[in-house]
C-alpha cells in the first residue's frame, strides 16, 4: 500500500496560473518534505516542516508556497508558474531526523506550464 | 555540509556484484552516510545508511572506510531492476544548525545492468 500519496501523478498549467499540488500520507511521521526535480537533476529541497515549524531553503524562489494543514496533508502552491517551473515534484516524508528516520518518497507529481 | 563524489556512470552485468564508490572526503564525525536510488520516473527508495561500522540489509551491504572518508555501496548479485541512479548522501544527525536531519542530493551515480 502506498504511504506517501501525491496527486495528481501528471499536471498541466497555463503560464502565470496558480497551481496546488498536494501530498498525504499514512505513515503519521513529523517530517514532510518537497523537492522539486528537473529533467535529468537530482532531486533539490525547498521546503520542509517538522511538525508545523516550516523551514524555508534560502533559494527557494517566492512563487512556491506550502501548507501543512495537519500531520497527514500538505501541500505545495505555486502562485504565479513560469515555464521554468517544469519539473517533477516529490514529496517525502520521515519520523524524525536521527539516524533510522529514513525518508519515504512520493512518485511524485509531473507539472507542465505551458 | 559535506559533499560527495560519486562517478557519473557503471555498467554491471546482470548476476555479478555491482559495486557503487562514493568519496566524501570531508565528512565530520556526527554524519552518516545514506544511500538512496531513483529509478526512471519513481521517487527516490532508501536503501541503507551506515556511521563507521559495515551495515547489510536485503538490498545492499554498505562498506565505510576506517577514515569514513570514502564507502563503497555494494548489491551482490545485481539484476535488470536495479538499473537507476544511486545518490549517495552524508546526513547531519546532530540538533542544531540549519542543515540539521536534511537529505541534501547530489548528482548520484547512473547504474546500468545488462543482460
Known amino acids: 500500500d502506498a504511504m506517501v500519496i501525491q496527486n495528481p501523478r501528471y499536471q498541466v498549467t497555463q503560464f502565470g496560473k496558480p497551481v496546488t499540488l498536494s501530498c498525504s500520507q499514512t505513515l503519521n511521521h513529523n517530517v514532510m518534505y518537497w523537492y522539486q526535480q528537473k529533467s535529468s537533476q537530482a532531486p533539490k529541497l525547498l521546503f520542509h516542516y517538522y511538525d508545523k515549524d516550516f523551514n524555508n531553503e534560502a533559494d527557494t524562489p517566492d512563487n512556491f508556497q506550502s501548507r501543512r494543514p495537519n500531520t497527514s496533508f500538505c501541500f505545495l502552491d505555486i502562485r504565479s508558474p513560469g515555464l521554468g517551473d517544469a519539473a517533477m515534484y516529490l514529496c517525502?516524508?520521515?519520523?524524525?531526523w536521527g539516524p533510522g528516520s529514513e525518508a519515504f518518497f512520493g512518485q511524485g507529481t509531473r507539472l507542465t506550464v505551458v | 555540509d559535506a559533499k560527495t563524489t560519486q562517478p557519473t556512470s557503471m555498467d554491471c552485468a546482470e548476476g555479478r556484484a555491482a559495486n557503487l564508490p562514493c568519496n566524501h572526503s570531508?565528512?565530520?564525525?556526527?554524519?552518516?552516510v545514506y544511500w538512496y536510488r531513483q529509478i526512471h520516473s519513481q521517487g527516490p527508495q532508501y536503501i541503507i545508511h551506515g556511521l563507521k561500522n559495515n551495515e547489510t540489509n536485503e538490498m545492499a551491504s554498505l562498506i565505510i572506510t576506517e577514515d569514513r572518508k570514502s564507502s563503497t555501496l555494494i548489491l551482490p548479485h545485481a539484476t535488470l531492476r536495479d538499473t537507476a541512479v544511486y545518490y549517495c548522501i552524508v546526513r547531519p544527525s546532530n540538533a542544531g544548525g540549519t542543515s540539521y536531519g536534511k537529505l541534501t542530493f547530489g548528482q548520484g551515480t547512473i547504474l546500468t545492468v545488462h543482460p
Open positions: 570531508t565528512i565530520s564525525g556526527n554524519e552518516y
Open positions: 517525502a516524508t520521515s519520523r524524525g
